[in-house]
């Protein structure tokens, strides 16, 4: 186990040396640069900008969330995520590619910037009168993520099987950038079926990017998934600051128990945040590295685009509830609610510990024994108040989290004896 978590500190040897000076494949006709296959690189900002847009985007999923708190509304925001998600993940995949700070590359990325704002205010209206604003932008987003790869990938000095593999990847990408669009005409039963279909033909292309030759570097990968997690997180920052303003509105000062939902709810969001970054974020980074091929291409296609979309999705889902909790702290969580709290770390527990399976094929005994006794407040604590509710999941996460480390940190008597003789 203490191979699958390396510490962050780390990270300097999980990575290899970064920079975008590296020598590159020239695309001297096109005007854009292709670094070499096993050059890595940092983010470029307007990359960062555009993981920024999307938090308008997932704030309208928390807020139809809050207010439509169904399962007809949930099945709706939890099919618009998927969207939002599979859209993200077009251009991670292009921007993993390609030098982000040329130009021409941060010339698309700010049009898809620009794209994604009509698409997040559509979010709450997507089912409705909003369905073509939201259709039409997120298929823009697609296809302008396809075509700065194909764009990318069409010089000198890139392999025919690489281009190929982008075809295969945009192919099915496209197709379904069109049915979403389709879809937006429709209202009812047909644009839910339509708009699934978008998502299966999605996934088709993450399943060809998946037994395709790709380049993928690993830390790019890492960093752009790190910061999308952190926009979701974002989001309990923000039920958190709702919850105050609300407070200080209705009241002459803000109440004590809504002052320690708050320290609750904060201290949860940074378990959550120690729960990734401190040890699964390297720990996955470092296993990509490790990797060459296709079968580094197989790795992160599951890892990253498909165990973390359950990891993010959690958090918003947390976020919901959140700001529920913390507005009625003293009141019994209504069902829904309670049901989008434990679901959330259900499912961002869930997405880690399917991610350390895949990359070491171990279980993350801590983690899942954390999901078990989470999944019991469901059921135990379906009476309790919401600041109850909040306080028990802190103990159980920052236990879980204890155990894991003393675990792998703190050798045993035996090992230390042994080393010792």
Not at 110 to 128: E, I, M, N
Not at 309 to 321: D, K, M, R, S
Not at 382 to 393: E, N, P, R, T
Request: include cysteine; proline fraction near 4%; charged fraction near 15%.
């Amino acid at each position: 186990m203490r191979r699958a978590c390396p510490k962050a500190d780390d990270r300097s040897e999980a990575r290899p040396p970064q920079g975008r000076r590296a020598v590159a494949r020239v695309q001297a006709v096109r005007g854009l640069e292709v670094p070499e296959p096993t050059e890595d690189f940092t983010a470029d900002p307007v990359e960062l900008f555009f993981d920024l847009a999307f938090v308008y985007a997932f704030s309208r999923l928390v807020w139809l969330l809050v207010h439509d708190p169904t399962w007809e509304g949930a099945g709706e925001a939890a099919m618009l995520f998927t969207v939002l998600w599979l859209v993200w993940s077009t251009f991670t995949w292009a921007a993993n590619a390609v030098q982000g700070n040329a130009r021409p590359v941060r010339a698309i990325f700010l049009v898809a910037t620009a794209a994604s704002v009509p698409v997040g205010a559509s979010v709450t209206t997507a089912f409705g009168s909003g369905g073509v604003t939201f259709a039409v932008g997120a298929s823009l987003i697609v296809g302008l993520g396809i075509g700065l790869q194909l764009w990318g990938l069409s010089g000198d000095g890139v392999t025919a099987e690489e281009y190929r593999s982008v075809l295969r990847y945009g192919i099915p990408n496209i197709a379904a950038g069109t049915l979403l669009i389709i879809g937006s005409f429709v209202d009812g039963d047909a644009r839910t079926v339509l708009w699934s279909l978008f998502i299966l033909a999605a996934l088709a292309g993450v399943r060809d990017a998946r037994s395709g030759t790709w380049i993928v570097r690993p830390g790019h990968f890492a960093e752009r998934h790190g910061l999308i997690l952190i926009v979701a997180l974002g989001e309990v920052v923000v039920a958190i600051g709702l919850s105050v303003v609300e407070s200080l509105e209705e009241a002459d000062g803000l109440p004590g128990v809504t002052l320690v939902g708050l320290i609750a709810a904060g201290i949860l969001a940074g378990l959550l945040w120690w729960s990734y970054f401190d040890r699964v974020q390297p720990a996955l980074e470092h296993h990509s590295t490790a990797l060459e091929g296709n079968e580094r291409s197989r790795f992160t296609a599951d890892t990253y685009t498909g165990m973390h979309l359950l990891i993010v999705g959690g958090v918003i889902a947390l976020a919901a509830a959140v700001e529920e909790i913390l507005l009625h702290p003293r009141d019994e969580v209504p069902t829904p609610f309670l049901v989008m709290f434990v679901g959330g770390v259900l499912l961002f527990y869930a997405g880690i510990a399917a991610a350390v399976a895949r990359s070491y094929q171990i279980v993350a005994v801590e983690r899942l024994v954390t999901v078990l006794a989470v999944a019991a407040v469901a059921v135990i604590g379906s009476s309790w108040d919401g600041i109850v509710v909040l306080v028990v999941v802190d103990v159980i996460v920052a236990l879980g989290l204890m155990a894991e480390y003393v675990r792998i940190e703190q050798p045993s008597t035996t090992s230390t004896t042994t080393a010792d003789a």
